[in-house]
């Protein structure tokens, strides 16, 4: 579990690509402070598992389904990325409960300035923006931020100066491509909602319901 906020932008050195997989090496420094192999790190929000260390960075595995579902793919050497270590049980929670599990990518569309602000408005896919909620929270290349407006195409988010300094935000252009991990707790009232009737059969096999959990103390 991530909270989005970002402690290090590293850099992309080497990838290694497979005909649908790859392996990346990414430069840094802060997240190796007590970090092991099989530890987790995002990288641009999604969540990596550490498979080997190197003298100034360390390495991931990055399966299929990660390159389909983010914009990992586009990135090459000297490509920066937002990083985050896994939130430690006694750290502060400063963004909000950001899984790593990527739900899909945006566009950037337009980029404004706005005194000491900068909004930018991102479009995306049906499925993403119905769980895109007005002061909801978003991660946006694995960085929390909070929904200022969304229409049934985009959504906008206002960026302060701390923010773009300790991103990678600002090498992000009109036309860039972001991943996007929606507010999770939308997502599990939304299947708890659901009518029987409506689900999947995979979905209905589960025995989570509204009573089950009264039952035991949610």
């Known amino acids: 579990m991530f909270t989005g906020i970002i402690e290090e932008v590293g850099e992309i050195q080497h990838i290694q690509r497979g005909a649908r997989s790859a392996v990346l090496e990414i430069r840094c420094q802060k997240v190796l402070e007590g970090t092991k192999v099989g530890d987790s790190i995002a990288v641009n929000g999604i969540c990596l598992t550490v498979s080997s260390l190197t003298p100034r960075g360390f390495r991931d595995d990055v399966m299929p389904e990660t390159l389909a579902r983010s914009c990992l793919a586009q990135g090459g050497p000297g490509t920066r990325v937002n990083l985050e270590r896994a939130m430690a049980a006694d750290g502060r929670f400063g963004g909000h409960m950001v899984a790593g599990h990527i739900d899909?990518?945006?566009t950037v569309t337009a980029i404004r300035e706005d005194d000491n602000?900068?909004?930018y408005?991102?479009?995306?896919e049906a499925e993403l923006l119905r769980y895109i909620v007005e002061k909801g929270s978003i991660a946006i290349n694995g960085i929390s931020l909070t929904v200022a407006a969304v229409s049934d195409r985009d959504f906008q988010v206002s960026i302060i100066p701390h923010t773009r300094q300790e991103t990678n935000l600002p090498e992000q252009r009109v036309g860039s491509t972001v991943n996007l991990e929606c507010d999770v707790i939308g997502k599990y009232v939304e299947k708890l909602l659901t009518p029987a009737a409506a689900r999947t059969p995979?979905?209905?096999q589960s025995r989570i319901t509204l009573e089950f959990l009264a039952?035991?103390?949610f």
Do not use: L, P
Request: aromatic share 6%; net charge negative.
């Open 104 to 106: 899909g990518t945006g």
């Open 117 to 119: 602000a900068i909004w």
């Open 121 to 124: 408005t991102i479009t995306a």
């Open 202 to 204: 995979a979905e209905s």
């Open 215 to 217: 039952e035991n103390g």
